[in-house]
T-cell receptor
Framework: GEDVEQSLFLSVREGDSSVINCTYT??????LYWYKQEPGAGLQLLTY?????DMKQDQRLTVLLNKKDKHLSLRIADTQTGDSAIYFC????????FGKGTKLSVIP | EAQVTQNPRYLITVTGKKLTVTCSQN?????MSWYRQDPGLGLRQIYY???????DKGDVPEGYKVSRKEKRNFPLILESPSPNQTSLYFC??????????FGPGTRLTVL
């Protein structure tokens, strides 16, 4: 079955890098996603990676995919207070399956 | 502007009083879905629709109905709401079930 796991909380200092980790179980996932949810708002697609890629970089965001270990990570460089949010990892086969979300707190 | 809209954004109701949450998208997406978000449980899919008149159950469909009579609209119907349906609801749409665009959410409280 499909299952996506991520740690629930992460706290970093402003200016440091944040790394949010995610593991998934279904190796047939086509795409893997990172969504961001700010307080009181809906989910915003941050970035995604196709399953045949190892890495994708988009400005301050770096996504790493280890297919062998079924591990996905999101690195946010130079983390700012505006990055404080809940980050959801999701895998897509027939439909999206989400992790429970990692709440990122940025300490000024 | 490409968007997914939901109405109402906030709703407080009582047990057993039928309600409908509307969802509309202007991107001509074929795929639409409904999720509920609960603390500690993340997002769980309620129903999804691959196209007009094609709907299917997600992970938690009990107590909900949907319809897809037009491509742009995908209403969520609670025929007899109960307190355990108090939640934050999101509608989403996409071309093929992959990259999904989410609405702003509807916070429902059932007393």
């Amino acid at each position: 079955g499909e299952d996506v796991e991520q740690s629930l909380f992460l706290s970093v200092r402003e200016g440091d890098s944040s790394v949010i980790n995610c593991t998934y179980t279904d190796s047939s996932s086509t795409y893997l996603y990172w969504y961001k949810q700010e307080p009181g708002a809906g989910l915003q697609l941050l970035t995604y990676i196709f399953s045949n890629m190892d890495m994708k970089q988009d400005q301050r965001l770096t996504v790493l995919l280890n297919k062998k270990d079924k591990h996905l990570s999101l690195r946010i460089a130079d983390t700012q207070t505006g990055d404080s949010a809940i980050y959801f990892c999701a895998e897509s086969i027939r439909q999206l399956t989400f992790g429970k979300g990692t709440k990122l707190s940025v300490i000024p | 502007e490409a968007q997914v809209t939901q109405n109402p954004r906030y709703l407080i109701t009582v047990t057993g009083k039928k309600l409908t949450v509307t969802c509309s998208q202007n991107m001509n997406h074929e795929y639409m879905s409904w999720y509920r978000q609960d603390p500690g449980l993340g997002l769980r899919q309620i129903y999804y629709s691959m196209n007009v008149e094609v709907t299917d159950k997600g992970d938690v469909p009990e107590g909900y109905k949907v319809s897809r009579k037009e491509k742009r609209n995908f209403p969520l119907i609670l025929e007899s709401p109960s307190p355990n349906q108090t939640s934050l609801y999101f509608c989403a749409s996409s071309w093929g079930g992959a990259t999904q665009y989410f609405g702003p959410g509807t916070r429902l409280t059932v007393l």
